[in-house]
């Protein structure tokens, strides 16, 4: 059974940086894309990034080029969204995506 | 940028057939994931690559595609089944994904 489980998430300040987390079994990891969706309170649903299976194709929804980075480590079976120059916008639940599974999410909240 | 548009509002009652359609452009080359949320909780799988059904899904949930448009069905909808809907596909190149706008489903 897949399991994801994100952390990472909190409260901080525009402009600030954060760096989720998210931590994968249950399928062979190193054969898998993976994607990190979020969703704003009372919003719908947004992909944000996704990562090749060997980490060497990076793409990203248009709001967050530049400032957010994808990254995986196949050893340690996780993925993770560093981000930069955080917005209030930026404000949502993340969620850890592969083959259409989720996790259950972490908060970020960017609020001064 | 890519969309996929997905009519904001679908309302039956309940024991009847609820249509969801989400079209996009790449919908004929890409597969489409249909997702259930219900209010306060994390969204979940109901069908993926177009068509196919989670362990644990009810049989009532089926997916199609034709074309442009994929289409999730909902025989005999229940008042359990009150949603938002979001279909969820990538574009042409299998780089970029997208979420539709999502459907509220109503059953009353």
């Known amino acids: 059974e897949v399991q994801l489980v994100e952390s990472g998430g909190d409260l901080v300040q525009p402009g600030g940086s954060l760096r989720l987390s998210c931590a994968a079994s249950?399928?062979?990891?190193?054969?898998?894309?993976m994607s990190w969706v979020r969703q704003a309170p009372g919003k719908g649903l947004e992909w944000v990034a996704n990562i090749k299976d060997d980490g060497t194709e990076k793409y990203y929804v248009d709001s967050v080029k530049g400032r957010f980075t994808i990254s995986r480590d196949n050893a340690k079976n996780s993925v993770y969204l560093q981000m930069n120059s955080l917005r209030t916008e930026d404000t949502a639940v993340y969620y850890c995506a592969v083959s259409g599974d989720w996790g259950q999410g972490t908060l970020v909240t960017v609020s001064s | 940028s890519y969309e996929l548009t997905q009519p904001p509002s679908v309302s039956v009652s309940p024991g009847q057939t609820a249509r969801i359609t989400c079209s996009g452009d790449?919908?004929?080359?890409?597969?489409a994931y249909w997702y259930q949320q219900k209010s306060g909780q994390a969204p979940v799988k109901v069908i993926y690559e177009d068509t196919k059904r989670p362990s644990g899904i009810p049989e009532r949930f089926s997916g199609s595609s034709s074309g442009t448009m994929a289409i999730l069905t909902i025989y005999g909808a229940q008042v359990e089944d009150e949603a938002d809907y979001y279909c969820y596909s990538s574009d042409s190149s299998g780089n970029v994904w997208v979420f539709g706008g999502g459907t509220k489903l109503t059953v009353l």
């Open positions: 249950g399928f062979i990891f190193r054969n898998y894309w």
């Open positions: 790449a919908l004929p080359k890409r597969y």
